[in-house]
Nanobody, 126 residues
Framework: QVQLVESGGGLVQAGGSLRLSCAAS??????????KGWFRQAPGKEREFVAA????????YYADSVKGRFTISRDNTNNTVYLQMNSLKPEDTAVYYC?????????????????WGQGTQVTVSS
């Protein structure tokens, strides 16, 4: 079942930028998708936390591996969350997933999020 829909992935050269977007399915009320996060999973590796943001206050938190390069933001008017990725590195290559939960707080673990997107591929060439 599609719950969230990511877009914006693709192939980019190292040092380049991509902007990912994530919108909730119309089947999910916006009140059920307040706290949001981005995760990624590279081949042969476990899913890892990337960034999280609260809906009301816009507070955010980042994994050390992306801090200073990635920026998470949200648009309350359309319940969409974004991930601006700058200075991309080959090690950023992964499938990126967005996730959401009703509780409007920062969360760092996959099990905290009941709603997930199908993922979008980000490939960074050297």
């Amino acid at each position: 079942q599609v719950q969230l829909v990511e877009s914006g992935g693709g192939l980019v050269q190292a040092g380049g930028s991509l902007r990912l977007s994530c919108a909730a399915s119309t089947l999910i009320p916006s009140s059920y998708a307040k706290g949001k996060g981005w995760f990624r999973q590279a081949p042969g590796k476990e899913r890892e936390f990337v960034a999280a943001i609260t809906w009301s206050g816009g507070n955010s938190y980042y994994a050390d591996s992306v801090k200073g390069r990635f920026t998470i933001s949200r648009d309350n008017t359309n319940n969409t969350v974004y991930l601006q990725m700058n200075s991309l590195k080959p090690e950023d290559t992964a499938v990126y997933y967005c996730a959401a939960r009703a509780r409007d707080g920062l969360a760092y673990y996959s099990y905290d999020y009941p709603y997930w997107g199908q993922g979008t591929q980000v490939t960074v060439s050297s």
